[in-house]
């Protein structure tokens, strides 16, 4: 208990010092998914855009600092004000800018467990106004949107949402293309909810489908379908272990059982190949 604390802190130390970082040198990426949604690569959780009559819908939002950088790239696309803005989960690179947003009239929505772990630490401004608990489903620009709660996958407030004309999939932080993901433990996450997350992810989509990660490039079902043997692979062999009695730091110094994904680069971002092997090892010892 006294490791998983230990490690929790050194976690916000380095998503603080990550967070107040100079911003000045980022730039907002737009790519063109269809005639009327976009995604936004800055820095931080990808952003998904739906522009058109109804106004501009925008998924999670990055650090508040980008705020202006990432309106500037929205006006690009339309001249409407920011209408609805969803969060995906509650981290900061992906709900940083609630407040801003909020502040010129934005409707943000969430999961229920979003606004209550944001409650603790944010600004009336900043919090959900409209929560749902199971999924929820709303017209926007042209077509249905439709937004499922995911249980205790990346944490316990994590919402997918699908563009049924446009075939697009927003994962959050559900999905991270070529990389290990961050599993939130101490907010409600779980390997085995992770898993589930990305198998309903992929009960939804098509051949062409075009996914917006949390993290990573736009992506294909192919990928994502990658992804998944990653999480499998990983389990069954971090399992193995569990059952010969082997210990949390064995199982963190057991390079064989990242090795295959290690060699394609999925431990070089956030979350290395040693942070993976315990995430797993501490979520299925306890399940």
Request: glycine share 8%; aromatic share 8%; proline share 2%.
């Amino acid at each position: 208990m006294k490791l998983l604390k230990l490690s929790t802190i050194i976690f916000l130390i380095s998503f603080s010092n990550y967070a107040q970082r100079n911003f000045d040198n980022v730039t907002i990426e737009t790519t063109k998914l269809t005639d009327h949604v976009y995604m936004l690569i800055g820095s931080g959780g990808n952003i998904g855009v739906s522009v058109g009559e109804d106004g501009v819908f925008v998924i999670d939002n990055q650090f508040a600092p980008l705020t202006p950088k990432i309106l500037e790239a929205i006006k690009k696309l339309s001249d409407k004000p920011v209408k609805i803005v969803m969060n995906t989960h509650h981290h900061g690179d992906h709900t940083g800018g609630n407040e801003n947003l909020g502040k010129l009239g934005a409707t943000i929505m969430a999961h229920d467990n979003v606004r209550k772990r944001l409650k603790a630490k944010s600004p009336k401004e900043a919090l959900p106004i409209i929560t749902f608990n199971d999924k929820l489903h709303i017209q926007m620009n042209g077509e249905q949107v439709a937004i499922f709660h995911i249980e205790n996958a990346h944490t316990d407030g994590d919402a997918m949402l699908y563009f049924t004309e446009s075939n697009v999939l927003h994962t959050g932080d559900t999905y991270f293309n070529g990389r290990y993901p961050y599993i939130d433990l101490n907010s409600g996450g779980s390997v085995n909810g992770y898993i589930n997350a990305v198998k309903a992810g992929l009960m939804l989509i098509d051949e062409d489908t075009k996914i917006i990660p949390g993290h990573g490039h736009l992506s294909t079902k192919t990928e994502y379908e990658t992804f998944l043997k990653m999480l499998e692979t990983i389990k069954s062999n971090v399992l193995k272990d569990i059952a010969s009695n082997k210990t949390e730091d064995e199982v963190a110094s057991n390079t064989s059982i990242t090795s295959a994904y290690d060699t394609l680069g999925y431990g070089n971002a956030f979350i290395n190949s040693e942070k993976i092997r315990r995430t797993f090892y501490r979520s299925l010892k306890e399940q």
